[in-house]
C-alpha cells in the first residue's frame, strides 16, 4: 500500500494518529482531556451511508456527518463538479460588482426549489455566518423602512443558530451561555415547544398554543416596537430533534404577523429534503421571511451557506439604494456553487426528496416507532429522516436517570461499538441518516439501536 492518500495525505496507524492529534489539534465541542484518555476516532474514508475508521469498521452513519451528507458519501458527480470548477476558475469573489457563471446560475436554482417569493440569496461559507448575516440584514431593513429601533431579536432556550459571537447568543445552548458569559445584548429566549421535556401531561396542542404565545409575551414585554424578527428551526435539530405539536406554527406566523415582527425559519439542518420537503418550513406550513440555509445545500462536500430572502425584504434591500456592508471572502465560492448546482441536480433527478417524503421517510417513522417498545425508552419521534428517542429510568412515570450516569453517552458508545453513529443530547437520542439511505439499511439503524439500548440497559446493572 502507498505511504500516502491519493490526497498526499501519509498513511498512518490508529496509534500514531491519535499521539499526533493529541499533540497539535484542538477539536470543536471536544473536552480535551477525556480525548486524551480515549483517544481520538480517526474516520479515514466512506461510501454511501457508511463510514470506515482507521481499525477498519464499518459504521452505519446515522447523522449525516453533522446533519449534512443528505446524498450520502462517494458521489462522483459532485466530486466532478468540484475539480471541473477548480480547473475553470478556483476562486474569485462577488464583492464589488463581480460575479461568476457558478454563483448566479446556483442564486437562480435556489429561486427554482424555494417557496414562491425567495428569488435573492445571499452567500457565506457556513450556517454561523448565514445567522450572522440573517441579524445585520433584519437590521438593514428595519433601518430602510425607517423602524430603526426594531433591534431586538426573540430565540428559543436550547436552539442551535451557529458559534460566532452572534450565532451562539441567537442560540439558546447554556453551556455555550455559560462558559463565554453575556455575548451581544439584544437577544431574547423563550422556551421551546418540546412536549416529552416540558409538556407532561398535557394536550400536544394545547402545550403547543402555550409555548407559541411565550412568543407574544416577550414581544409585549420587550415592546412590539423595538421587536425586529423572531428566529427558529422548523425542528429543533442539535436541541434534541423537538417536533413540535402540530397547533405551534400557526399561533407563531399569527403572532408574527400581529406584531409586524420578521419571522426567520433556520433551514441549516430542515433545508434540502430532510424533512421530505425542499425547506422544513414548506413541510411544516410555514411563510418565513428569511431562510438562512449551509449543511445539505452541497451535502457538506464542500461549505456552502446563504441567506434566501423573501420578497418583503427582498424588495427593500434588492431595490433601495446604500451598500450592505457585509460579506466574506467565501461567500458563494465557485467551487462550492458548482457541488450546491450538482447537488440539487441530483436531488432532483434522483427524486431523493419525494423518496424521503412518499417512501423511505414512512418507512423509517413506522420502524423507528418500534423502539419505543424497548424497556429503556420512553418516547421514539420521527419527521422526515429524522428522529429521537428519550431514554427513561421508569417507562411508566417517564422518570429520567441520574444525570451522572451519563446514560445517553453510555448509549452513545455502544452504539459505536455495534458499527452506528447515534448522538446524544443528554438522555435524548437523536439520528438524521443519509437522504439516499434503503429500507433495508433503515431496518440495520433500528437493529443496531436496539442492541445498543440492550447493551446500555445491561451497564446499569
Ligand atoms: N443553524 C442550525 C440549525 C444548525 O444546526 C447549525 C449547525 O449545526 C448551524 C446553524 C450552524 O452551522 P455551521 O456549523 O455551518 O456554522
Request: glycine residues 10%.
Given at each position: 500500500m502507498s505511504t500516502e492518500s491519493g490526497a498526499g495525505v501519509p498513511r498512518h496507524g490508529t496509534g500514531e494518529w491519535q499521539a499526533l492529534d493529541h499533540r497539535h489539534y484542538l477539536h470543536p465541542f471536544t473536552d480535551h482531556h477525556d480525548l486524551g484518555q480515549r483517544g481520538v476516532r480517526v474516520i479515514e474514508c466512506a461510501d454511501g451511508v457508511y463510514i470506515?475508521?482507521?481499525?477498519?469498521?464499518?459504521?452505519?452513519?446515522?447523522?449525516?456527518?453533522?446533519?449534512?451528507?443528505?446524498?450520502?458519501y462517494g458521489r462522483q458527480d459532485l466530486v466532478d463538479a468540484a475539480a471541473a470548477q477548480m480547473r475553470?476558475?478556483?476562486?474569485?469573489?462577488?464583492?464589488?460588482?463581480?460575479?461568476?457563471?457558478?454563483?448566479?446560475?446556483?442564486?437562480?436554482?435556489l429561486g427554482e426549489v424555494a417557496p414562491e417569493g425567495f428569488d435573492k440569496v445571499f452567500y457565506t461559507g457556513s450556517g454561523s455566518e448565514a445567522n450572522d448575516t440573517v441579524i445585520k440584514m433584519v437590521r438593514r431593513y428595519w433601518d430602510l423602512v425607517e423602524q430603526p429601533q426594531r433591534r431586538v431579536f426573540i430565540s428559543r432556550r436550547?436552539?442551535?443558530?451557529?458559534?460566532?459571537?452572534?450565532?451562539?447568543?441567537?442560540?439558546?445552548?447554556?453551556?455555550?451561555?455559560?462558559?463565554?458569559?453575556?455575548?451581544?445584548?439584544?437577544?431574547?429566549?423563550?422556551?421551546?415547544?418540546?412536549?416529552?421535556?416540558?409538556?407532561?401531561?398535557m394536550d400536544p396542542d394545547e402545550f403547543g398554543l402555550r409555548q407559541a404565545r411565550l412568543l407574544a409575551e416577550k414581544i409585549e414585554e420587550t415592546g412590539p416596537e423595538n421587536v425586529a424578527a423572531f428566529i427558529a428551526e422548523p425542528v429543533q435539530g442539535a436541541g434534541g430533534v423537538i417536533?413540535?405539536?402540530?397547533?405551534?406554527?400557526?399561533e407563531i406566523q399569527r403572532i408574527c404577523r400581529e406584531f409586524d415582527v420578521l419571522l426567520v425559519a433556520d433551514e441549516v439542518i430542515c433545508g434540502f429534503g430532510r424533512l421530505g420537503e425542499w425547506f422544513g418550513s414548506q413541510r411544516l406550513g410555514i411563510e418565513p421571511d428569511l431562510m438562512p440555509f449551509a449543511k445539505g445545500v452541497t451535502s457538506g462536500y464542500l461549505p456552502l451557506g446563504g441567506v434566501l430572502v423573501g420578497q418583503r425584504v427582498g424588495a427593500v434591500l434588492g431595490q433601495q439604494g446604500g451598500e450592505f456592508a457585509h460579506g466574506f471572502t467565501y461567500s458563494g465560492h465557485p467551487a462550492a456553487c458548482a457541488v450546491a448546482l450538482a447537488n440539487i441536480r441530483a436531488l432532483r433527478d434522483e427524486g431523493?426528496?419525494?423518496?424521503?417524503?412518499?417512501?423511505?421517510?414512512?418507512?423509517?417513522s413506522e420502524r423507528f416507532a418500534t423502539l419505543a417498545d424497548h424497556p429503556l425508552v420512553g418516547q421514539a419521534r420521527s419527521i422526515g429522516l429524522v428522529g429521537a428517542i428519550e431514554l427513561v429510568r421508569d417507562k411508566d412515570s417517564l422518570a429520567r436517570f441520574d444525570k451522572d450516569l451519563g446514560v445517553g453517552g453510555r448509549c452513545r458508545d455502544a452504539c459505536f461499538a455495534q458499527g452506528l453513529v447515534m448522538r446524544a443530547v443528554g438522555d435524548s437520542m437523536i439520528v438524521a441518516p443519509p437522504l439516499v439511505m434503503t429500507r433495508e439499511q433503515v431496518?440495520?439503524?433500528?437493529?443496531?439501536?436496539?442492541?445498543?439500548?440492550?447493551?446500555?440497559?445491561?451497564s446499569l446493572g
Open positions: 470506515y475508521d482507521s481499525e477498519g469498521h464499518r459504521i452505519l452513519d446515522g447523522m449525516s456527518g453533522l446533519w449534512c451528507v443528505n446524498l450520502g475553470e476558475l478556483p476562486y474569485y469573489n462577488s464583492f464589488f460588482q463581480t460575479a461568476h457563471p457558478p454563483a448566479i446560475e446556483l442564486s437562480r436554482v436550547n436552539a442551535y443558530h451557529g458559534s460566532t459571537v452572534a450565532a451562539a447568543t441567537l442560540g439558546g445552548m447554556a453551556p455555550m451561555h455559560d462558559q463565554l458569559g453575556p455575548m451581544v445584548n439584544f437577544i431574547e429566549h423563550i422556551d421551546q415547544p418540546y412536549h416529552f421535556g416540558l409538556g407532561a401531561g417536533i413540535p405539536p402540530d397547533s405551534y406554527w400557526p431523493v426528496i419525494e423518496r424521503v417524503r412518499d417512501d423511505v421517510g414512512p418507512w423509517f431496518g440495520e439503524l433500528v437493529d443496531k439501536a436496539w442492541r445498543s439500548l440492550d447493551i446500555t440497559a445491561s
